[in-house]
């Protein structure tokens, strides 16, 4: 099993999850994507690129049969993974609060966010990261211990600030609608519905009307940062879907 970390997150976001899924015998990898965490910034991060780190990871490794989890913006790599390089090693696929399948406005997906909003979303993030984080990490994981809201604020700045805008304006203007109904593999769709991050009718329930073999598990009242507020179901949910 392969967890993938949602955006400026690293794999540590994981860690619960994981200790939770290994002590059910399950074997669980994750890494840090490029920029991110303890792995390098390579100049750029678009989910070609980030579709192939995925690839290499899992060739290096020589996985098969494995389940993808993947958070956020990280639907997009494991979408755009199956894709290009097929499902050969993949079995499953989990979406946990998934970012997509297309989020910009236009006059084909009028209930997008408007450009406009995703520009401005884009300076912030590149002259007043920390007020950002200061204004939205609450809703990500709310109720949550306030050394783990520091301890995630912290992940977002230490991330490379132009990977960081980079890989947000590919997860806000990257069109997955052709490769998301194109999948053939079971996936679930884990979502809270009051997720302010990923709203679910703008992502969850689309993906799921979208992709053939997909199964909705909604978590009333939960936001974004599920791994965080809801770990223990979660982490039986992934169980459950990797037998």
Same mark, same amino acid.
């Given at each position: 099993?392969? @967890?993938l970390?949602g955006? %400026?997150?690293?794999? +540590?976001?994981?860690?619960?999850?994981?200790?939770?899924?290994?002590?059910k015998?399950? $074997?669980?990898?994750?890494?840090?994507?490029?920029? /991110?965490?303890?792995?390098?910034d390579?100049?750029?991060?678009?989910?070609?690129?980030?579709?192939?780190? @995925?690839?290499?990871?899992l060739?290096?490794?020589? @996985?098969?049969?494995?389940?993808?989890?993947?958070h956020?913006? %990280?639907?997009?790599?494991a979408?755009?993974?199956?894709?290009?390089f097929?499902?050969?090693?993949?079995s499953r696929?989990?979406?946990?609060?998934?970012v997509?399948?297309?989020?910009?406005?236009? =006059?084909?997906?009028?209930?997008?966010?408007?450009?406009?909003m995703?520009?401005?979303?884009?300076?912030?993030m590149?002259s007043?990261?920390?007020?950002? &984080?200061?204004a939205?990490?609450d809703?990500?994981?709310p109720g949550?211990?306030?050394?783990?809201?520091?301890?995630?604020g912290?992940?977002?700045?230490?991330?490379? $600030?132009?990977?960081?805008i980079?890989?947000?304006?590919a997860?806000?203007h990257t069109?997955?609608r052709?490769?998301?109904?194109a999948?053939r593999?079971?996936?679930t &769709?884990? /979502?809270?519905? +009051?997720d302010?991050? %990923?709203?679910?009718d703008?992502?969850? $329930? +689309?993906?799921?009307?979208l992709?053939?073999?997909?199964?909705l598990?909604?978590?009333?009242?939960?936001? /974004?940062g599920?791994?965080?507020t /809801?770990? =223990? +179901?979660l982490?039986?949910d992934?169980e459950?879907?990797?037998?």
């Open positions: 099993m392969v @967890l970390s955006w %400026a997150m690293d794999s +540590r976001i994981w860690a619960e999850t994981m200790v939770a899924l290994n002590a015998g399950l $074997r669980t990898i994750s890494y840090d994507r490029r920029g /991110h965490g303890r792995s390098t390579p100049g750029t991060a678009d989910y070609d690129s980030l579709a192939a780190d @995925l690839a290499a990871v060739d290096g490794l020589d @996985l098969t049969d494995a389940t993808l989890v993947c956020s913006g %990280a639907a997009g790599e979408i755009r993974y199956l894709a290009q097929g499902s050969a090693r993949v696929l989990v979406l946990v609060g998934a997509g399948p297309l989020l910009v406005a236009s =006059e084909e997906n009028p209930s997008g966010v408007p450009a406009e995703l520009d401005m979303l884009m300076t912030q590149g007043d990261l920390a007020g950002w &984080i200061d939205n990490t809703a990500f994981a949550t211990n306030p050394r783990v809201n520091e301890w995630l912290s992940m977002i700045l230490d991330c490379s $600030r132009r990977i960081a980079d890989f947000q304006r997860i806000m069109d997955f052709a490769e998301a109904a999948l593999l079971p996936v &769709i884990i /979502h809270g519905d +009051r302010a991050s %990923a709203p679910i703008l992502t969850g $329930r +689309r993906y799921a009307e992709i053939p073999q997909s199964r598990v909604v978590y009333e009242g939960a936001a /974004h599920v791994m965080f /809801h770990a =223990e +179901r982490a039986a992934i459950r879907d990797a037998r």
